[in-house]
């Protein structure tokens, strides 16, 4: 797969748990968000998730791709469904597909290699946040969201793709 970026020397690496998975993407995120919702909680086994979104064209499995499976997440707070893949030897949650963002990979942002420097964009679903969690660090007070994102989030990643 040829990767397209504008930024071709800016390249990340990342894996599973067991590192039988591995992927990179070429070029910026188009944005970094943290969610609070049940069901990613869940997938990730954490108090939120904090992922990273790139362009499918900018993103590739480099090894490991037939160790994916795909859970088809219908059970939503949004109702509708969310693809949800993880390595079917170590368990590790490894991309999300959501339908309010067609033509992006989102990537859990502890699977990268080596330190990266992220500045979360929006915090959403707070309404189901746990209670030890206030504010994530970064998050402008205007992008702080109790369910869905306003629209001018998705608007700005529309306009990165």
Not at 12 to 40: D, M, S
Request: hydrophobic letters at 30%.
């Amino acid at each position: 797969m040829s990767l397209k970026s504008s930024n071709s020397d800016f390249i990340r690496t990342g894996a599973c748990l067991c590192k039988q998975i591995t992927f990179r993407v070429v070029g910026p995120e188009l944005n970094f968000a943290i969610c609070h919702c049940t069901n990613c909680r869940r997938n990730c086994g954490s108090a939120y998730t904090a992922n990273a979104w790139f362009p499918d064209s900018q993103f590739e499995w480099t090894t490991g791709e037939s160790l994916l499976k795909q859970h088809d997440d219908a059970l939503t707070e949004t109702g509708g469904v969310v693809h949800r893949f993880f390595c079917t030897n170590c368990g590790s949650a490894m991309m999300t597909r959501s339908f309010r963002m067609p033509g992006v990979s989102i990537i859990p942002s502890g699977l990268f290699d080596g330190p990266q420097v992220w500045k979360p964009d929006y915090e959403q679903w707070r309404r189901s946040k746990v209670n030890f969690v206030d504010r994530v660090n970064g998050v402008k007070n205007e992008s702080r969201y109790d369910e869905f994102p306003d629209t001018r989030e998705f608007e700005r990643v529309w306009g990165k793709l």
